[in-house]
């Protein structure tokens, strides 16, 4: 997980007019430039602007403050390399070229109860996911991939833009293990078929596999698979005369439903984060 910052960072010190200024290092003796007194840019509001990167899971201030002076970074399109100066949560900054978020990164996992909305404009009457997350968080948070309005199970929500992308590119793919009842029994022979692979729109879809749920009747069957595509489960099962009844998401890469109830949410882990941005 990332580090939040709390240090409030003093204001910068030098005077106009040639008054001496308090001198800063990077690595080794190389002196940092300090003319902040000298740049329309600067501004007395907002946050550092070493403290905004650091906020945002870059580096630390430290080094955030030789990655300015190295002219790195950049906002509202102008390089800055003055120590001190500071920004506004609005401002664009940009490190590298990649627009940087000040907001604490924030994962959570939620067990997504059945008739709830995860994206989109709710039917009238319709409850969305986020109103399960209303205490969770001030951050604004969105979710990971989709779940269908009646479907259940594990989704992740996050306003870590990097690590969403990651794991939405269908090449990355993740692991995910569903629990489906369907409208009838499940012969044995589509079954092979699912773990031979199906076609989808003329797509073979690699169901990695499938098996009856022990001590369940044969409608009820355990499906794991990496793709991301929507629906998938769904067609998979409707493309061999399958009604899907109910879907429950019990995996979902490293995570599971262990001690999470049905409508609750946890943040994860750092090492759960890590394991993630693995894939």
């Not at 008739?115 to 969305?128: I, M, Q």
């Amino acid at each position: 997980m990332s580090r939040n910052d709390r240090s409030s960072g003093g204001k910068f010190s030098g005077r106009q007019g040639g008054g001496k200024r308090k001198k800063s290092y990077a690595r080794g003796n190389a002196p940092i430039k300090t003319n902040l007194e000298k740049s329309p840019l600067s501004n007395t509001d907002g946050i550092r602007l070493n403290k905004y990167i650091a906020n945002s899971g870059v580096c630390s201030r430290r080094e955030a403050d030789i990655y300015i002076a190295a002219g790195n970074v950049t906002v509202n399109g102008d390089t800055i390399t003055e120590m001190g100066y500071r920004v506004k949560l609005e401002d664009d900054v940009r490190f590298d070229g990649r627009r940087l978020n000040p907001e604490k990164p924030e994962y959570l996992l939620l067990n997504k109860p059945k008739g709830f909305f995860v994206t989109g404009n709710p039917e009238k009457g319709g409850r969305t996911v986020m109103e399960l997350l209303a205490k969770a968080t001030t951050s604004k948070l969105s979710p990971v991939g989709k779940l269908d309005n009646q479907a259940k199970g594990l989704l992740l929500f996050t306003n870590d833009g990097t690590l969403a992308k990651k794991l939405a590119k269908p090449k990355n793919g993740i692991r995910q293990i569903y629990h489906v009842s369907l409208d009838k029994n499940f012969s044995q022979a589509d079954l092979d078929a699912v773990k031979k692979g199906v076609y989808i729109e003329g797509s073979k879809v690699v169901v990695t596999d499938i098996s009856y749920i022990d001590d369940k009747p044969h409608t009820e069957v355990g499906i794991e698979l990496y793709s991301i595509k929507e629906h998938i489960v769904t067609r998979i099962f409707k493309s061999l005369g399958y009604e899907v009844d109910s879907l429950d998401r019990v995996v979902y890469g490293g995570l599971t439903k262990k001690d999470l109830p049905r409508g609750r949410w946890r943040n994860l882990t750092e090492q759960e984060v890590i394991n993630l941005g693995m894939h």
